[in-house]
């Protein structure tokens, strides 16, 4: 039941996003088009509208500004005993180095943890992520990504089994009793995942990893925009059901 309840939770959200409702809103004109004319030609202007300012990088700074800057900057002085890198996505690549596989996100993720272990030369590195669709898990690629860029492998622990923040956080938990920890993970996500693993009982430092908005926005429409468009919408969405379940 969990697992499907997982699935149906994702499903929902990947509709909920603004290029999807933009296609709904789309397909709904094109249906009621000779019926009811005047209710097409108001979806028609919904999705164009959505596509549109979602796509435009002054609305979507706007946007994702409101989901990333909860927490400053980690300062590497403060000691850690553990850095926690979040899962994110990497691609099943063949004869190439494992950095390569990495997603944009995991890799600004790994780099900073990597920048808060340097300066904490006795800490151990946790990497989390499961396999989804591809063919191992994610915590097994960002494992090897960092012994590449010089991690002894034994300060790194995998956790390929959780699927979501909330279940990273709990897996982790009789690891980090005591422990001084810090937790990289996409600046947008950083707060959700904050909240998770206070509730498993204990605390973080928050380390913010790869902002998407800037101070300064260009007039443009591209797909960049509507990549941060999305972030927005996803965290507003993740945020809304963890307030509902408490």
């Known amino acids: 039941m969990g697992i499907v309840l ?52 002054p609305v979507a700074n706007t946007l994702i500004a409101t989901v990333e800057h909860d927490f400053p900057v980690f300062d590497t002085k403060q000691p850690v005993d553990v850095v926690i890198v979040l899962g994110s996505g990497h691609k099943d690549l063949s004869n190439t180095p494992t950095i390569m596989a990495l997603g944009n996100s995991a890799l600004f993720r790994l780099e900073e943890g990597l920048r808060i272990l340097k300066a904490n030369p006795n800490a151990q590195l946790f990497v989390s992520g499961y396999s989804g669709e591809m063919t191992e898990p994610h915590a097994e690629v960002m494992r090897r990504a960092a012994i590449e860029l010089g991690i002894q492998p034994d300060r790194i622990k995998a956790f390929p089994l959780a699927k979501d923040t909330e279940e ?22 950083l707060k959700r995942a904050s909240i998770f693993f206070e509730k498993a009982g204990f605390k973080i430092i928050p380390a913010p990893a790869m902002y ?6 260009d007039w443009q429409i591209d797909a960049t925009a509507a990549y941060k468009s999305q972030r927005a919408f996803y965290e507003w969405l993740g945020r809304t059901w963890q307030w509902i379940k408490g």
Request: with cysteine; aromatic share 12%.
């Open 212 to 217: 998407l908005g800037s101070e300064k926005s």
């Open 6 to 57: 997982f699935y149906i939770k994702k499903i929902i959200g990947y509709m909920l996003m603004p290029i999807p409702l933009t296609l709904v809103a789309m397909c709904l004109a094109f249906l009621l088009m000779k019926k009811w004319p005047k209710i097409a030609r108001f979806f028609l202007l919904c999705g164009i509208l959505m596509l549109g300012l979602t796509s435009w990088n």
């Open 168 to 189: 990273e956080a709990y897996s982790m938990k009789p690891y980090l009793e005591g422990k001084n920890v810090a937790l990289v993970t996409e600046a947008s996500h």
